[in-house]
């Protein structure tokens, strides 16, 4: 169940909103005149949240490369890296 609080809590109950974010590594969610505004979640989750966006956005680039033919093989790639290395 979403955490849901009001504005004024950023302000009025910060540690305790900053305690519940680093806790349950889920964000609450801050209303301005009865209607959702914020998101607010500790640097953690933020982090580990754009690292599966990062992720899923890679993933897409491969299967459009494995489309459109743009692939070579797994030994080209690993010389790659090992040329890289040294």
Do not use: W
């Not at 009025?12 to 209303?31: A, G, L, R, W």
């Not at 797994?74 to 890289?84: C, H, Y």
């Amino acid at each position: 169940m979403p955490n849901i609080r009001p504005s004024s809590d950023l302000r009025n109950k910060y540690n305790e909103i900053s305690d519940f974010c680093h806790e349950h590594s889920e964000p609450v969610y801050i209303t301005k005149n009865g209607k959702g505004d914020l998101a607010v979640m500790s640097i953690e989750t933020f982090e580990s949240l754009a690292g599966k966006f990062e992720l899923g956005k890679l993933i897409n680039e491969g299967i459009a490369s494995m489309k459109g033919n743009k692939t070579r093989s797994f030994r080209e790639a690993l010389d790659d890296i090992q040329n890289s290395i040294e």
